[in-house]
């Protein structure tokens, strides 16, 4: 059974960083971690995605301060977020599948197994 839990969150300050995990297991050998955030009234909405080898890519309004890598033992993806502002609020949510022709989506409709996220909190 696929499972992902997720840690890392809480209160920061603007202009911090944070980092949050996803430790995950179950998958077939050939899988996709992604990270999404949401926030109230808001759909979720994708961050990135790292694959089993190791490639990470992200969203267009990532704008270099969001860094997504995965542990040697490969049982946990963690997210990196620099330079934090008060928009990145939200829970930040991981989210896994396998590839696709070799290819990670980012979109959430192509997720279906996820975890129950965590809350940052970014304060000016």
């Known amino acids: 059974q696929v499972q992902l839990v997720e840690s890392g969150g809480g209160s920061v300050q603007s202009g911090g960083s944070v980092r949050l995990s996803c430790k995950h297991s179950g998958q077939s050998y050939s899988y996709c971690v992604a990270w999404f955030r949401q926030t109230p009234g808001n759909e979720r909405e994708g961050v990135g995605v790292i694959d089993s080898d190791g490639r990470a890519r992200y969203v267009d309004f990532t704008k270099g301060r969001f860094t997504i890598s995965e542990d040697a033992a490969k049982t946990t993806v963690d997210l990196q977020i620099d330079d934090l502002d008060p928009e990145d609020s939200a829970t930040y949510i991981c989210?896994?599948?396998?590839?696709?022709?070799?290819?990670?989506?980012?979109?959430?409709?192509?997720?279906?197994?996820w975890g129950q996220g965590t809350q940052l909190t970014v304060s000016s």
């Open positions: 989210a896994t599948r396998w590839r696709i022709n070799g290819i990670c989506p980012t979109g959430r409709k192509d997720y279906h197994v």
